[in-house]
C-alpha cells in the first residue's frame, strides 16, 4: 500500500510538473477597432505579444507561433458555371452554411513542419483545413471541388491569406505578425487567435477581438439597407433608373 502511495505521488508530482511547463500567451492587437470610411484602400494590423512562464516570466524555449485572424462566418451558395452552346450557364452548385467571411494564417514555419494533418483539422491551421460545412448530401469528390473553389475565389479578392513563416519571435519571448486587411473587407466582429506549439503539440492558446465597423455616410447607407431592404431595393433601381436617364439627356446635347 505504501509503495502504491508513493507511486501515485510521484505521477502527481510528474503531472503538476509538466503541466508547469506549459507556457501561457500574453496576446495584443494594434487596433481592435477597424474604421471603414470613404476612401478606405486597407490597413495592416500587427498582431503580438508574449510567451511566458506561468510565473510570469519569460518561457525561454523555442515554440512555433501560429496567428489566426478569423472574420465572422456566413452562408454562402457557391455555384459553378459550365459552357453550353457558346453560352456560360449555372450548373453545379452547393451551399456552406458556416465559411468564414475573412481568412488569414500567419506562422513561424509551415504548417505542414509544425503539426500532423488532424491537429491542423482540429484547430482550422490553414486553408485546406477550413470547416466550411457544406448542406445537403454532397460526395466528396464534389464537396473538395467546391471548398477548393470558394478558397481560391476568395484568396484572389484578398480575403483569405496564408503567410507561412512571417511570424517573427525575438529572444524567445516576443512573438509578431503582421496581416493585411484589403478594402473590401467585411464589417463584423474578428477573433485573432494564437497558438504555441511544441513538438506538434498546441501547448497554449489565447485569443482577442478586432471590431470592423462602417463610419459615416457608409454606415448610415448599411443601416438603412438592413433595416429597410425593400424600399433600399427601389431607391437603388430608380436611383439607376434616373441616372442612365440624364447620361442620356446629357449624350444627346453633346
Not at 162 to 173: L, N, W, Y
Not at 183 to 205: C, D, H, L, N
Request: overall charge negative; aromatic content about 10%.
Amino acid at each position: 500500500m505504501k509503495r502504491l502511495r508513493a507511486s501515485l505521488c510521484a505521477l502527481m508530482a510528474l503531472f503538476l510538473l509538466s503541466g508547469a511547463r506549459d507556457p501561457i500567451l500574453v496576446p495584443e492587437v494594434s487596433q481592435h477597432e477597424v474604421d471603414l470610411q470613404q476612401g478606405f484602400t486597407g490597413t495592416e494590423l500587427l498582431l503580438f505579444g508574449a510567451i511566458l512562464t506561468p510565473e510570469g516570466s519569460r518561457a525561454a524555449q523555442d515554440y512555433d507561433i501560429v496567428v489566426v485572424l478569423k472574420g465572422p462566418t456566413q452562408s454562402i451558395v457557391l455555384r459553378e458555371k459550365q459552357k453550353v452552346a457558346g453560352i456560360w450557364i449555372n450548373a453545379a452548385s452547393t451551399e456552406f452554411r458556416s465559411a468564414p467571411s475573412y481568412y488569414a494564417i500567419a506562422s513561424t514555419r509551415p504548417i505542414s513542419e509544425i503539426v500532423d494533418d488532424k491537429t491542423a483539422a482540429i484547430y482550422e491551421l490553414g486553408l485546406q483545413w477550413l470547416q466550411l460545412s457544406p448542406i445537403g448530401a454532397i460526395n466528396p469528390e464534389e464537396q473538395s471541388r467546391f471548398s477548393a473553389g470558394l478558397v481560391e475565389l476568395n484568396q484572389k479578392h484578398g480575403l483569405y491569406r496564408d503567410s507561412e513563416g512571417s511570424v517573427k519571435v525575438s529572444e524567445q519571448v516576443l512573438y509578431q505578425a503582421r496581416i493585411d486587411l484589403p478594402s473590401s473587407v467585411p464589417i463584423g466582429t474578428y477573433t485573432a487567435e494564437t497558438f504555441a506549439i511544441s513538438k506538434g503539440r498546441v501547448v497554449a492558446s489565447a485569443s482577442s477581438e478586432v471590431e470592423v465597423r462602417k463610419l459615416g455616410f457608409e454606415r448610415a447607407v448599411a443601416n438603412f439597407s438592413d433595416n429597410y431592404g425593400f424600399v433600399y431595393g427601389l431607391l437603388a433601381v430608380f436611383v439607376s433608373v434616373g441616372m442612365g436617364w440624364l447620361a442620356g439627356r446629357l449624350f444627346a446635347l453633346i
